[in-house]
């Protein structure tokens, strides 16, 4: 490293950032290496670059600054802005969150008040088909203590066991269309629940990085190691 001119330093760096294969990270740690290389990182030259080909559509600001500090204010900015887009997606992911547990506890009453519906009509109905036995029954020679059963059940219907018969099957009948119509639903809000949920947990585990980029594999103690020591070189 020491045989090779600064010269030629200067060439390798300018090909690296000009071609996009350095950014402004490669470069800060390039410049921790040593003592010769961090002084060739500071050139303007390089970081005039990096200003104009990350932030092109930034405003201009005072020229008393140097290339790199003007690139760690123009960082500054877009990290701040890049935090407001991230609270407000968390925000916006987190009311979604939000209503979808309200939709779900809706449908779970729903589900219920059918489920409770759909109980008491097949009780009814079962009531009325026996009923509708002991009428039959009662043409029919029983004993005695048997029919006056049979009768007894069958005076208590107050209406045409037929009929409501009838509108009973269909009552149950429909309850568990309601039923069905309603856990799908149920499903379907719950697996979207589920993937908000994932992509909020997801979100806050990146505090720092763009909320639509941001994976599991960018949050590693050697990142957070590497991010320490940029913005210690971008400071300096």
């Known amino acids: 490293m020491s045989a090779l001119p600064d010269e030629l330093w200067r060439r390798i760096l300018e090909m690296g950032i000009t071609c996009y294969s350095l950014t402004y990270k490669e470069l800060c740690f390039i410049g921790i290496s040593c003592r010769r290389l961090r002084r060739l990182s500071e050139e303007n030259e390089f970081w005039s670059v990096l200003v104009s080909r990350d932030f092109p559509q930034a405003s201009c600001t ?5 290339s790199k500090s003007l690139y760690r204010v123009r960082f500054e900015r877009d990290k701040e802005r890049k935090q407001a887009a991230h609270r407000r997606a968390v925000l916006r992911t987190e009311s979604l969150v939000w209503d979808s547990e309200r939709k779900l506890k809706e449908l779970e009453a729903r589900i219920g008040d059918e489920v409770d519906k759909m109980k008491a009509a097949s009780l009814e109905l079962s009531n009325l088909r026996k009923a509708r036995e002991a009428s039959v029954a009662l043409n029919v020679w029983q004993p005695e203590t048997i029919r006056r059963w049979q009768k007894q059940t ?7 066991v037929e009929s409501r018969v009838t509108a009973l099957e269909m009552e149950v009948k429909l309850c568990k269309q309601q039923i069905s119509v309603f856990d799908k639903a149920y499903k379907s809000v719950k697996q979207r629940l589920q993937t908000t949920q994932q992509q909020l947990a997801v979100m806050k585990y990146h505090p720092i990085n763009d909320y639509k980029t941001a994976t599991a594999s960018d949050a590693t103690v050697g990142s957070n190691t590497s991010r320490k020591k940029l913005k210690t070189k971008i400071s300096g």
């Open 62 to 66: 005072a020229d008393s600054l140097t």
């Open 154 to 160: 069958v005076e208590q219907c107050a209406v045409s």
